[in-house]
């Protein structure tokens, strides 16, 4: 069946380093691919998403490129801060939303 | 505008008594989706609605879960005789409609927590 498997956590960094999140996916259709973001205490929210091969998703200065190829979504962020520590989800939708297990991030100052 | 509401935020109860959660979408959204976060184990879809019906309710854990719309906007998912293995976050998210490719964007609500004891 459809599933997304994420990179396992948790992951910290030093403020300003460089983020990679590998998310890989299995699908049977032609899926839609996103990345949610849970912050501390706070619900799920939109990171961003790509409805089809070759499409980037970005924002706040997240990307991720949906790769047919080799069936990853893989987010990045070129200087993380420590605002962005908070639980990334990678996620895909053919006919119902499948999550990843979900990394946490931690941001160090 | 208002977001997806759930209520209650927080549930305890005693193994073997009955629950219901209650999910309010973002008006004009006719699509809702009931999801389940336990610890360390993720997001677990549960059921979606397009209007008031239930096309596919084989994600729904056991038969003593229920859930139903009516009137195309709230909706309330049942557990009824809970145990300790259903305490986790239950996520109600909506979106403007079930699209094929999930193309339409789905905004959460802020969970109910439920502990069984």
């Known amino acids: 069946g459809d599933s997304v498997t994420q990179m396992e956590g948790p992951v910290t960094l030093s403020e300003e380093a460089f983020l990679t999140i590998n998310c890989t996916y299995t699908?049977?259709?032609?899926?839609?691919l996103f990345w949610y973001v849970q912050y501390p205490g706070e619900g799920l929210q939109l990171l961003l998403k790509?409805?089809?091969?070759?499409d980037k998703g970005s924002n706040k200065g997240f990307e991720a490129t949906y790769r047919k190829e080799t069936t990853s979504f893989h987010l990045e962020k070129g200087s993380v801060q420590v605002s962005d520590s908070a639980v990334y989800f990678c996620?895909?939708?053919?006919?119902?939303?499948?999550f990843g297990a979900g990394t946490r991030l931690t941001v160090k100052p | 505008g208002a977001g997806v509401s759930q209520s209650p935020s927080n549930k305890v109860t005693e193994k073997g008594k009955d629950v219901e959660l209650r999910c309010d979408p973002i008006?004009?959204?006719?699509?809702l989706y009931w999801y389940r976060q336990s610890l360390g184990q993720g997001l677990e879809f549960l059921i979606y609605?397009?209007?008031?019906?239930?096309?596919?309710k084989s994600g729904l854990p056991s038969d003593r879960f229920s859930a139903e719309r009516t009137g195309g906007s709230v909706s309330t998912l049942t557990i009824q005789r809970t145990q300790q293995e259903d305490s986790a976050v239950y996520l109600c998210?909506?979106?403007?409609?079930?699209?094929?490719?999930?193309?339409?964007?789905?905004?959460f609500g802020p969970g109910t927590r439920l502990t069984v004891l």
């Open positions: 998210a909506s979106s403007l409609e079930f699209a094929s490719g999930g193309a339409n964007t789905q905004y």
């Open positions: 699908a049977t259709g032609y899926p839609s």
């Open positions: 790509a409805t089809k091969a070759d």
């Open positions: 996620a895909l939708s053919v006919n119902d939303m499948r």
């Open positions: 008006s004009g959204h006719t699509a």
């Open positions: 609605f397009q209007g008031n019906s239930a096309p596919d």
